[in-house]
């Protein structure tokens, strides 16, 4: 499949026919265990289900093949994905350096559970290569960075950060869960692995949760693999195969995304409701141009800093009706979040604490119109709400 585009290899890779009937969609191999013809006779190589099952293998194929990777490993939850790479790589005295507006949930990770393993985490500004420079140690063994960041959209250059980390002896981790590898390869840029929570985009229909792994080479794959294998964070055959069903329309939704939030922020950006628009389709963000030489579209992800502060924040949240509130985000369906308080509560009053005046949207695939319709009325209600 290699040879193939972007979206045929979502289609295609890992998904041939069943050899036996012919059916076009490979079985959903929903079995814990697999018979043994003779002891350690293994067909296909599968023994018991938490080492191996045929749904997960097709998934883990489509995924190692969306990424450029050599292959990628499936797990129950993007967290569990995060876990079994951090555990299989690092080790006590290892350092940590972390974008410092990545997931909460990653900093969480770090800090309050393998902190106590004696692995140190620090945070830095990754846009600043001299900070970044500075910030490295004989010790850091994982710069982890997420571009776009997650809420306030930050972009960061993957090919500048991973030649100063590989000078510095270390390798480079790259969240790709908010672009999706439908807009951002970073294995190609130089990454060494990519990390997912396939809950959101590759998934996209909010019905299940995963994560993967994905290496740019075989460097860690056994490590890692030790990691799933004895641990056992593992992804079901039923999450495997709704994962592997929604991947196939990535390309064409991430367009979609992208289309609807570009209209959406433009919208924003002449609303004076609106003091931030953090958006990186914007020609008016940051990081834009780097975002535009690395990315091959902008993602459908946006955050909005109101105006009114605090109050208006939480008011317009709780005033839409098709952006319905609720965390997470990549799904068909829009959603609306207030970070401070929900998606990023785990990191109130710390140094990755998301300003209190910002709401985030996940642009889904409905009808632009309507959309902008809803954000219209919520704004109206804000308004009229604050001048009772
Ligand atoms: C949701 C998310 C995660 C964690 O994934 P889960 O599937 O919720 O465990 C990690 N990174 C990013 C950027 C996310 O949005």
């Known amino acids: 499949m290699s040879d193939h585009a972007f979206a045929t290899r979502a289609i295609h890779a890992g998904q041939a026919a069943d050899p036996t009937t012919g059916a076009i969609i490979p079985p959903i191999y929903q079995s814990s265990t697999h018979v043994q013809d003779g002891i350690g006779g293994f067909r296909e190589g599968y023994e018991y289900n938490r080492a191996g099952n045929p749904t997960r293998s097709s998934l883990e194929t489509q995924l190692a093949a969306l990424e450029g990777g050599v292959s990628a490993l499936s797990f129950a939850s993007g967290l569990a994905a995060e ?8 080790k006590p005295g290892d350092h940590v350096l972390l974008g410092n507006d ?29 900070l970044l420079r500075a910030a490295i140690r004989p010790e850091t063994k994982i710069v982890w960075l997420e571009t776009p960041s997650n809420p306030l959209l930050k972009i960061v250059d993957i090919a500048v950060i991973t030649e100063l980390a590989h000078a510095a002896g270390a390798i480079v981790v790259v969240d790709n869960t ?15 692995l ?19 792994v994905v290496f740019g080479d075989d460097r860690y794959v056994e490590q890692v693999k030790f990691q799933q294998f004895a641990v056992g964070a593992v992804s079901a055959p039923m999450d495997a195969w ?16 992208s289309e609807n939030a570009q209209a959406i922020a433009e919208w924003a950006a002449a609303k004076p409701e609106f003091s931030q628009v953090y958006f990186p389709g914007l020609a008016s963000h940051p ?25 208006a924040a939480r008011a317009f949240a709780e005033s839409t009706s098709v952006f319905q509130l609720a965390e997470s985000l990549g799904g068909v ?51 009229r709400v604050r001048e009772q």
């Open 83 to 90: 876990d079994a790479l951090l555990r299989g790589i690092l």
């Open 333 to 383: 369906e829009s959603l609306i979040g207030y970070p401070s308080d929900m998606t990023h509560a785990s990191v109130r009053g710390t140094e990755l604490a998301v300003p209190e005046n910002v709401v985030r949207l996940s642009v889904g695939i409905e009808d632009l119109g309507d959309l902008i319709a809803d954000l219209d009325e919520a704004l109206a209600r804000v308004r």
């Open 194 to 212: 990519v990390v997912h929570s396939t809950t959101k985009y590759l998934g996209g229909h909010s019905d299940v949760l995963g994560g993967a």
């Open 102 to 130: 990545v997931y909460g949930g990653t900093y969480r990770l770090l800090t309050r559970v393998l902190a106590p393993w004696g692995v140190e985490t620090t945070t830095v500004e990754l846009s600043d290569v001299d």
């Open 242 to 257: 709704l994962t592997t069903r929604g991947i196939k329309t990535l390309a064409l939704r991430m367009r979609q995304h």
């Open 178 to 192: 908010f672009a999706s590898p439908a807009l951002q390869q970073p294995l190609a840029l130089g990454a060494d």
């Open 287 to 311: 990081g834009h141009e780097i975002a535009a030489a690395q990315m091959s579209g902008f993602g459908g992800m946006l955050s909005l800093g109101l105006a009114a502060g605090v109050d």
